[in-house]
């Protein structure tokens, strides 16, 4: 397909050049080594976070980028794209910058051990004097070689670590850095998790709550064993506290009778004792009578 005019090109110009790109791909292209596979995934689940407080940022996978470059076509293919772009982006097969919204702000490279020139020269030439991408991220799964090029609007230099450690793209309020032998990002100060850490720190979240649900039905059990015990003694207290009643109203109806009783005996003692004075003052009469009729008595012949 004939590169000349690409001022007329149009998207269906551009797609027809990704059809021939990729019909021309040897099969080995399609072929991942692990290690770069999983410095993919774990940047895709990360920028996947990212979006969620940035919804102007694009992250994509393995896309074609087609531009013009002097009456030519130029391609490259990085393996993770970033986008800033507050308008949506429509492709399909290839990302033709004349008709998109914004160019690439950032492009990431997997060193591949087979071919290391590639990312390491041919690709930065690209980005770097081609497209002059704003920042380029390079990682050696291999070696850990991990290294951010900045584009000062001639050329890129390093971007240094930072105190932490880390290279910085203030733009995203991101860094990056090595962490456990992978690249890993870092928004706003805080590591960006994986689903796998995700997922445990759930698990953990969910022990922890089973513990806690645990504890705290042990709590509640040994609250209720209390609280039943506490009924309990309650009831045997009450129950004591009826019979010292009963025994206070028996003790009150034995005095009662006793003070009845004490009462009718004093009240017999002391009939017994006027009964007793009658019969004295009685027997005193007696006497005193007996007494004048011996007196009285005249003489006998």
Known sequence: MSHLGLESWTVADYERAAEEYFQALPPEHFMEATRQAYQREITVESFAL?????????????????????????????????????A?????????????????????????ETNKRKDYHDNLRKYEQELKV?????????????????HNGIAYELVAPNAQGRLAL????????????????????????????????????????????????????????????????????????????????????????ADDAARQTEEERKRVADLQAALERAQALLRQLQAQASVEEPPAD
Not at 58 to 69: A, G, K, R
Not at 134 to 150: A, G, N, Q, V
């Open 50 to 86: 990212v979006r969620a407080h940035r919804r102007d940022l694009h992250v994509f996978n393995e896309l074609l980028v087609q531009y013009p470059l002097n009456a030519h076509l130029g391609q490259v293919v990085p393996d993770n794209m970033l986008i800033l772009s507050a």
């Open 88 to 112: 949506p982006i429509d492709h399909t097969r290839s990302y033709n910058l004349p008709f998109e919204p914004a160019r690439p702000f950032c492009v990431l490279e997997y060193v591949s």
């Open 134 to 150: 704003p920042y380029y991220l390079l990682f050696d799964p291999e070696t850990k070689d991990l290294r951010l090029h900045r």
């Open 170 to 257: 203030p733009e995203l309020e991101l860094e990056v850095g090595v962490l456990g032998g992978w690249t890993r990002f870092w928004f706003r100060g805080q590591l960006l998790p994986l689903p796998a850490e995700l997922l445990q720190k759930l698990v953990e979240a969910e022990k922890r709550a089973d513990d806690e649900k645990r504890r705290a039905d042990d709590e509640k059990r040994r609250a209720d064993d209390e609280k039943r015990r506490a009924d309990d003694e309650k009831r045997r207290a009450d129950e004591a506290e009826k019979l010292i009643g009963e025994e206070t109203r028996r003790a009150d109806e034995e005095k009662r009778r």
